[in-house]
């Protein structure tokens, strides 16, 4: 294997010349620049990444904090942040909170250990004065789907509201106003501003709100047919459910298939999120996309652009899109 002295010979610069370079520091002319890395390709040489570190006062490893790493919705997220970041030759450690509060600082606690560069956290259980003590130990942090007015700028969030009257208003388009709601934990901001929206859509249609139409469930797959069961025993007369994402819709297709009632006729469903079962389902499940690869990748960049201290305009409000499937049966009122 070679070493940097060869890569200093071959270049005819400096170790502390071949080290500003690799470590992409200013104050080297393009020339000596490109020469440093010619060398380096010729003789494929490989830096050693702790020399690199403490070389840089970088762990060139970027920590990543979200709810479970189970599923697909995490794990897309998860992989396109971590794209980017070995695009920039970084490393991701990403780590989960398993939606508990203890936990979720134990990731933070283990991330700070290794010294990370950066921190991207989707987080449903710590406080705002929780992450704005994080930033303070690491300024290069990004939040997702949450806003924090001190640090609005490094926050990224889907409108979840446009979303929850999206769904809602595609099924009052379609006849339906007996609609069903199942929700995730209040306690989530997704939860509580997709069923604003969910409201909104109503109100546009001047429908009165009835809360006996919405039932709180859970957002994981395990046990999502309970909610569905509590909402189909307390209306008889719903003709669609609007579920706040596609694990519960998932139950609700489990629930009706129980009981012999047929998605997409004798009751319609839309779902949240876009999850890759939803178009392989049957009937396919009309649902709210939820760019959630965009997310990944967008605050990334954002994280990377901070430890360069360079300017990157993240946006700070994704859109969500209406996916048309075959779940929704025009009624006529």
Known sequence: MSSI??????????KSTVSRVLNDH??????????????????????????????????????MLVHTIAGTFFSYLVSAAEQTVRQDNLYLIATSGQESWDREVDSIVFLQSKQ???????????????????????????????SIPEIAENCICLDDELGGYLAT????????????????????????????????????????????????????????DVAPRRLLDRNTDITAIFCLNDHIALGVYDVLKQRNIIVGDEISVVGFDNSIFSAHLDPKLTTVNFPIKTMGREAAKKVLSIIKNINYPMPHTLAPELIVRNSVKKING
Do not use: W
Request: charged fraction near 30%; proline fraction near 4%.
């Open 116 to 146: 990370v560069d950066g921190l991207i956290i989707h987080s449903g259980e710590l406080s705002d004065y929780d992450i704005l003590e994080i930033v303070k130990e690491i300024p290069a942090t990004v939040l997702l789907n949450r």
């Open 5 to 14: 002295k060869e890569v200093c010979e071959l270049a005819k610069v400096s």
């Open 169 to 224: 208003k595609h099924l009052l388009e379609n006849g339906h106003t007996r609609i069903g709601c199942i929700s995730g934990p209040m306690r989530s901001r997704d939860s509580r501003e997709r069923l604003l929206g969910y409201r909104k859509a109503l109100a546009e249609y001047d429908i009165e709100f009835d809360s006996n139409l919405v039932v709180e469930g859970h957002f994981r797959l395990p046990d999502n």
């Open 26 to 63: 200013p104050g080297v002319s393009e020339e000596t620049r490109e020469k440093v890395i010619q060398a380096v390709k010729q003789l494929g040489y490989r830096p050693n990444a702790t020399a690199q570190a403490l070389a840089s006062n970088r762990s060139n490893c970027i920590g």
